[in-house]
């Protein structure tokens, strides 16, 4: 097959965003030194509407919609997302092709004053964008006060710093993306706080009926990660996994064996139900939807009915 000769990435605005993109564009320059890589950059809905939780607003499918439609009229070849916020389930004629090598999945404490969880008094306030987030915080942390938190990196550090949170969370690959690894007080063990399914990956999106940029983008990807994020997304396919669930899904591969732990919980973290299962990375969907299969019989269910019943209209 030729080489491609130019290729368009479409992308979010965001300083996050345009890292990312910018990163495969230098994957790819290196790989095809003839080819130009350009980007399109867009604002998507998920950036405009800053004053609600992304739970009540329409939830991860906000991040990708604008680029989609670049993908679709020709625009753009390919799109690049932070895993975490790729629907589980895209639908024709979208594609998820290439998982890149994650980068540090934790999420991290950010904070001015304090070194720690374990330090926060009574009543300090924890910013955070994730229901995962919260309930896990609020199960191990009953006595701290968890408010929504908004915006991209840079706006919701400087919400921290003008003293309207005591402490954030944030996930750590975007900080240390971004030269910010410094911000870090602390990264958070995943037993404390179970990262989401593909946290700190990268996907590339593409239209299905494409095959080229399939082939061209095959070096990209990652074998151990791609995996790991097939277990996760298994995991939060079976449970209807969005914004609006708290769930959380974390594979890793050693010597070509799988592990994955996975959670759902009730956003107030009074119930808290885990599931883990074990086997050859091959495998790795069947993993996900057995350890999706346990979560239920063990009480997800519940949590999900409360869920789904509690978005329904009035």
């Given at each position: ?33 003839a ?5 399109l ?15 009540k ?12 439609t670049?993908?679709?009229?020709g ?6 997302h ?14 998820l092709?290439?998982v890149?090598?994650?980068a540090d ?28 987030r ?9 006595h701290?006060?968890?408010?929504p ?14 003293g309207e ?18 911000r ?23 239209r299905?009926?494409?095959p ?6 095959a070096p ?18 079976a ?14 591969v ?7 732990q996975?959670?759902?919980?009730s956003p107030?973290g ?10 050859d ?34």
């Amino acid at each position: 097959m030729s080489e491609p000769q130019r290729l368009v990435i479409a992308t979010r605005a965001s300083r996050l965003a345009l890292w990312q993109a910018e990163y495969v564009r230098s994957r790819l320059q290196a790989l095809y030194p003839a080819c130009t890589v350009e980007l399109l950059t867009l604002t998507t809905r998920g950036d405009q509407i800053l004053d609600r939780t992304l739970s009540k607003v329409g939830g991860k499918g906000l991040f990708v919609k604008e680029l989609e439609t670049a993908l679709l009229d020709g625009r753009a070849d390919l799109a690049v997302h932070s895993l975490k916020d790729v629907p589980v389930d895209l639908q024709p004629p979208f594609e998820l092709c290439t998982v890149l090598e994650r980068a540090d999945p934790r999420d991290a404490f950010v904070s001015n004053d304090y070194a720690g969880l374990a330090e926060l008094p009574d009543g300090a306030v924890v910013g955070t964008s994730s229901l995962r987030r919260e309930s896990q915080l609020r199960a191990r942390y009953p006595h701290l006060r968890v408010q929504p938190l908004r915006g991209n990196l840079d706006t919701r550090l400087g919400k921290l710093d003008r003293g309207e949170y005591a402490a954030i969370i944030l996930a750590a690959a975007g900080l240390q993306r971004l030269a910010l690894g410094g911000r870090i007080r602390a990264l958070i063990d995943p037993a404390d706080s179970l990262p989401a399914a593909g946290q700190g990956a990268l996907g590339i999106e593409i239209r299905d009926d494409r095959p080229d940029l399939r082939a061209w983008l095959a070096p990209l990807a990652h074998a151990d990660t791609a995996c790991c994020a097939t277990a996760e997304r298994a995991v939060s396919r079976a449970l209807g996994g969005s914004c609006q669930v708290p769930l959380a899904a974390y594979a890793q591969v050693r010597d070509g064996q799988l592990s994955l732990q996975a959670l759902v919980a009730s956003p107030d973290g009074v119930r808290i139900v885990r599931a883990e299962g074990q086997g050859d990375a091959a495998q790795a969907a069947d993993i996900g939807a057995d350890v999706a299969r346990r979560l239920l019989a063990d009480g997800a269910r519940d949590i999900l009915a409360v869920l789904l019943r509690d978005d329904s209209p009035s």
